[in-house]
């Protein structure tokens, strides 16, 4: 497993922009896929995006695709999540998974490794 924190959340307004950012401490990071869920009180988590060891496979679900970028620096064991066009629907709190599985999973119950989670708020 791999340790896991995030970091970036807050209030933004509607239209806006936030950068989360995930910090592994594993050294064996880049042998993990990564990806990003949120949640809301009383929902499920939900699937944001995911990437594949190497970065060379993205997957996004359909409620962010084409404003939502997610990203990944080996070197640095960092995860990125680059939010832009903010709705208040996106509103939540964002954890970053890890998951030695191949390919991308979808559900949360495939990944191994969580972050505490970081809040976002979208004011409208």
């Known amino acids: 497993q791999v340790q896991l924190t995030e970091s970036g959340g807050g209030l933004v307004q509607a239209g806006g922009s936030l950068r989360l950012s995930c910090l592994g401490t594993?050294?064996?990071?880049?042998?993990?896929?990564m990806a990003w869920f949120r949640q809301v009180p009383g929902k499920e988590r939900d699937f944001v995006g995911g990437?594949?060891?190497?970065?060379?496979?993205?997957f996004y679900g359909d409620s962010v695709k084409g404003r939502f970028t997610i990203s990944r620096d080996n070197a640095k064991s960092e995860l990125y999540l680059q939010m832009d066009s903010l709705k208040p629907e996106d509103s939540a709190i964002y954890y970053c998974?890890?998951?030695?599985?191949?390919?991308?999973?979808?559900?949360?119950?495939?990944?191994?490794?969580w972050g505490q989670g970081t809040r976002v708020t979208v004011s409208s």
């Open positions: 990437i594949s060891r190497d970065s060379s496979s993205t």
């Open positions: 998974a890890a998951t030695p599985a191949i390919g991308i999973p979808r559900s949360p119950n495939q990944y191994n490794s």
């Open positions: 594993s050294r064996t990071f880049s042998r993990y896929a």
